[in-house]
């Protein structure tokens, strides 16, 4: 009886295989497609994964999933969609017309003031996190001048600024976070990135 079952189960999995795999195919090229139409939209305005993650309200990592080609929700569509300016069916079937504005983009600001007031959001944070690092580390510089300030090096005590430690690890991820918000490191930006695909197809964009 057992056996029977066995041999029933894998019958019907080697008929319904094909069925899956079927879909697979179907979809993939859709998926394939928006993913085209994605990446190409956002260089097309210039606009980073980072950019577009805070103009549509979505993760970045949201956008890096739909532009390697994975599938993605119908809101998420319809988010890219708005910021786009494009009919939600052209995401994945047809080629969207730049300059078109018949479809209303259901924003109260413009994508430039949306990132304006992003880059302003991005700047008070870490001045904020630049004025705690500030007082923190000031605070315990003047510990470490009343505990501990010597250590016994096995012939003689030599100053031991611990404080080193915590304010070069702190200071060094804000100099990180002030190079990508100030644009002090301008190469693998949302420029670099269209120049590099327009190269490979050896047209404009």
Do not use: C
């Amino acid at each position: 009886m057992g056996r029977a079952v066995g041999v029933m189960t894998a019958t019907v999995g080697m008929l319904s295989f094909p069925f899956p795999m079927a879909l697979a195919r179907l979809d993939s090229g859709e998926i394939r497609e928006s993913k085209m139409l994605v990446q190409k939209l956002r260089l097309q305005y210039g606009w980073s994964q980072q950019q577009l993650a805070e103009l549509s309200g979505l993760s970045v990592r949201t956008i890096q999933r739909i532009e390697r080609g994975m599938p993605a929700s119908t809101e998420t569509l319809k988010s890219l969609a708005s910021i786009f300016e494009i009919d939600f069916n052209q995401l994945s079937s047809e080629q969207p017309d730049m300059n078109s504005n018949d479809t209303a983009r259901g924003l109260k600001h413009s994508p430039e003031e949306m990132l304006a007031f992003a880059h302003v959001r991005k700047l008070k944070a870490f001045y904020k996190q630049l004025m705690t690092y500030v007082v923190v580390i000031g605070a315990m510089v003047i510990a470490n001048m009343f505990y501990m300030p010597h250590a016994w090096a096995g012939w003689k005590y030599l100053p031991n600024w611990w404080v080193a430690w915590p304010a070069l690890i702190w200071g060094f991820s804000l100099l990180v976070w002030a190079s990508a918000l100030f644009d002090v490191l301008p190469f693998l930006g949302p420029d670099w990135e269209k120049r590099q695909v327009e190269k490979r197809l050896g047209r404009p964009l």
